[in-house]
């Protein structure tokens, strides 16, 4: 599969990274939103993993634009975070 890992925090991207790839997967990550909806122009992704709080838009966005942009839904996780 390939994944798009959303994620602002640089060491949850990568351990988020190390997992997928342990795994056998594609991994692509994105440190916002809109570097992801830009990069969806040219990629397809399988499965998204996306932070629910990024510095430019939420990720509950990212997955509303994927879905206007390309025409359908894509299975996606969120990340909360937890203090």
């Keep these: 599969m390939k994944f798009?890992?959303?994620e602002d925090s640089r060491s949850q991207?990568?351990?988020l990274k190390a997992i997928?790839?342990?795994d056998g997967h594609q991994v692509a990550v994105f440190s916002?939103?809109?570097s992801c909806i830009e990069a969806l122009k040219t990629q397809s992704f399988d499965f998204f993993v996306i932070d629910?709080?990024?510095p430019d838009m939420g990720?509950?966005?990212v997955l509303k634009q994927?879905?206007?942009n390309i025409g359908l839904g894509c299975p996606g996780n969120f990340l909360?975070?937890?203090q």
């Design 4 to 6: 798009a890992v959303i």
């Design 13 to 15: 991207a990568e351990v």
């Design 20 to 22: 997928l790839k342990s």
């Design 32 to 34: 916002d939103g809109r």
């Design 52 to 54: 629910w709080v990024l």
């Design 59 to 61: 990720g509950d966005e």
């Design 66 to 68: 994927y879905s206007r």
């Design 80 to 82: 909360y975070p937890h």
